[in-house]
């Protein structure tokens, strides 16, 4: 079956950084989009950044400019480097995929989603 586990999260100062993994098996790696999205508490699910079968990108403004997005198509793998950390970033980062082009940062267009990894950036 279907799985995705994301890794690296934790705790880190604001202006800080952190490196989120996402590791996929089960499905054909290279055929699909990959996003990330990420979830505060009390917030709605929302999107962070995502990467197309050709390494085209999409970021949130929120986040552009700080966040790379990157995918490793011989480990089946994708990333997140997070750099100049926010307190505003605290969520927890969940890693999804799709294999229907264009609307990146629809949710609703991801088929499959890991478990979620928790961000806490510190004042």
Do not use: H
Request: a positive charge; one cysteine or more; hydrophobic letters at 35%.
């Amino acid at each position: 079956q279907v799985q995705l586990v994301e890794s690296g999260g934790g705790l880190v100062q604001a202006g800080g950084s952190l490196r989120l993994s996402c590791a996929a098996s089960g499905l054909t790696f290279s055929a699909y989009v990959w996003g990330w999205f990420r979830q505060a508490p009390g917030k709605e699910r929302e999107f962070v950044a995502a990467i197309t079968w050709s390494g085209s990108t999409d970021y949130a403004n929120s986040v552009k400019g700080r966040f790379t997005i990157s995918r490793d198509n011989a480990k089946n793998t994708v990333f997140l480097q997070m750099n100049s950390l926010k307190p505003e970033d605290t969520a927890v980062y969940y890693c999804a995929a799709k294999t229907r082009s264009g609307g990146n940062s629809r949710y609703d267009l991801y088929g499959y989603w890991g478990q979620g990894t928790q961000v806490t950036v510190s004042s």
